[in-house]
């Protein structure tokens, strides 16, 4: 394996092929309530990037079972990872996340649950749910970090200094929960070395990483710019680029859950080459044999 993927970790860890199935649920995110913001971050579509989840209206336990039927014609083995993936999910009261994530880890199909969030969420009482959680079966924490550069923490309006993703991280790190931590490749005004030192410092907190290809969607104030011609998207040549340099530096201990994203091709906008993933997947491996590219075969170092 030229990287430590998902998919050989759900292998290794649970013997079998192991799919996640997106559960919205019913949250909002203080970035769009008020507390903080009411735009959200400039990025996020409607749905919270939850644009592959069930219907909130679902129970936690029908949106899994629907989930399932999805991809019955890829797998005969009944074993998933329950994803709270729309919007921020630790934004609510204690005893309705406690509900909630109970019924879904006690599901007798469910191995594992993964928990999307902001790291300004996730207080001690978070914390001490998450670590009884834990105690049943294997909680993931995904952290929504992006990126760390200032002026484009400030304009993606993320709302949070760098400083609470990192004691986040090691808090629940500290009481055995797994990190992986989201960044987008190919923010504005971004250069290559940009987005490997949001990479870099990313690692140094994760167990695992997603890297994610920055999608322009309707309804969002990045299309506005966009349109506006005050950037460019990234060409997949430039993307898989960027992508072969990332993967170099990250130490072979951090899993990496994505080497891209898919956008609803229903709001996408641009870049619409990633919404053929097959092509940009071979592409991606293919490159990477070319380029001989090995996760953790370079430092940051070598690129400045």
């Not at 735009?39 to 219907?55: L, R, V």
């Not at 083995?77 to 109970?102: C, G, H, M, R, W």
């Not at 080497?259 to 997947?281: E, Y």
Request: proline share 2%; hydrophobic share 35%; glycine share 6%.
């Amino acid at each position: 394996m030229r990287y430590n993927s998902l998919n050989n970790y759900l292998r290794n860890k649970f013997g079998k092929k192991v799919y996640k199935i997106s559960i919205d649920g019913g949250f909002t995110c203080p970035n769009r309530d008020g507390k903080i913001s009411t735009g959200g971050c400039i990025f996020c579509s409607a749905k919270g990037s939850g644009d592959f989840a069930t219907s909130k209206s679902l129970s936690i336990t029908q949106q899994i079972e629907q989930g399932k039927e999805r991809v019955r014609s890829k797998t005969k083995d009944n074993s998933f990872i329950a994803y709270f993936q729309a919007f921020t999910n630790t934004y609510a009261p204690i005893d309705v996340l406690e509900s909630k994530f109970t019924e879904a880890i006690n599901h007798k199909d469910i191995v594992a649950l993964s928990v999307a969030t902001r790291p300004d969420c996730v207080d001690d009482n978070v914390l001490k749910l998450l670590e009884k959680l834990n105690k049943i079966k294997p909680v993931w924490v995904e952290l929504g970090l992006q990126t760390i550069k200032e002026s484009s923490v400030d304009y993606i309006r993320r709302g949070y200094e760098n400083s609470v993703y990192v004691d986040t991280a090691t808090k629940l790190r500290n009481i055995g929960i797994e990190v992986i931590t989201h960044i987008i490749l190919g923010l504005p005004n971004e250069s290559k070395l940009d987005m490997l030192r949001s990479v870099d410092f990313a690692c140094k907190y994760s167990d695992g990483i997603k890297l994610q290809l920055l999608h322009i969607l309707k309804g969002t104030d990045l299309l506005k710019d966009y349109e506006d011609s005050k950037f460019n998207a990234l060409t997949m040549e430039q993307y898989i680029d960027i992508l072969c340099d990332a993967v170099s530096i990250i130490p072979k201990n951090v899993i990496i859950h994505r080497l891209t994203g898919d956008g609803d091709k229903k709001i996408l906008v641009a870049p619409l080459w990633s919404g053929n993933k097959k092509v940009v997947l071979n592409t991606i491996n293919k490159t990477f044999e070319e380029r001989n590219i090995i996760q953790g075969s370079k430092t940051l170092q070598d690129y400045i």
